[in-house]
């Protein structure tokens, strides 16, 4: 019954390419996963390590440098917290606390060479793009939380990104050249497919802070003051 549903909704929406690139892209990327991984695998990097992660990074490193952060501040100052001190020192935070959990990565460069097999330079050079990308997934979490004043979205956020991965632009080669990858057979919706990535980022930026304002969760965030 369920393979019919499917099967239904993909005859109903193949005249629009759009929707269809949209589909093709999440089909294969939820193949790709599940085929790719053993079960257990999945379960450590789709639900153990954002929770763990998320308790620990965030749940427990984040309030400890807020309350010392607003004490440090009012010393310095001689004066009380007042109103807006939550929120720069949540500004604060956000860009500072992301290292440590960059920087809890950086045992990737062991495993990938002593177990993997890889050279050292090369190791060396995708860890740092990791830690790159760690610690701009961890400004954006520490924001969450600090914002929402809760785990749920950045335990959910970290779950997406760890399912994800990094975008994959294989599709802006042609088929049969080099090596592009299945998403290369989409190589004739390059620019459409782009276009979705810049409006993505777009929307992100412009959407991140009304959608996380107070109004807009349960309970008011203790730390965004």
């Known amino acids: 019954m369920d393979g019919w549903i499917i099967t ?31 079960t257990v695998i999945l379960m450590r990097n789709l639900v153990v390590a954002p929770v763990t992660e998320e308790i620990a990074f965030r749940g427990l490193m984040v309030p400890a440098l807020f309350s010392s952060c607003c004490l440090l501040g009012t010393a310095a100052t001689g004066t009380g917290a007042g109103a807006g001190a939550g929120a720069e020192a949540a500004a604060f935070i956000s860009f500072r606390a992301p290292i440590f959990f960059g920087v809890a990565h950086a045992h990737h460069v062991y495993e990938k060479v002593w177990i993997h097999g890889e050279s050292t330079q090369r190791a ?65 919706y390059r620019l459409a497919l782009m276009a ?27 730390f965004w003051a």
């Open 124 to 188: 060396l050079v995708s860890t740092l793009v990791q830690l790159t990308y760690t610690c701009i997934f961890g400004a954006m979490a520490c924001y969450l939380l600090l914002r929402t004043g809760n785990l749920v979205a950045p335990v959910v956020s970290h779950m997406i990104c760890n399912f994800m991965g990094l975008p994959d632009l294989a599709f802006l080669r042609p088929p049969g050249k080099g090596s592009g990858g299945a998403l290369s057979c989409l190589h004739k």
């Open 196 to 222: 979705l990535h810049a409006l993505g980022l777009v929307a992100f930026w412009f959407l991140l802070d009304p959608l996380t304002s107070s109004a807009q969760c349960v309970g008011l965030s203790p």
């Open 8 to 38: 239904s909704i993909l005859i109903e929406v193949r005249e629009s390419p759009v929707v269809c690139i949209s589909c093709q892209c999440v089909v294969f990327a939820l193949c790709s996963a599940l085929a790719s991984e053993p």
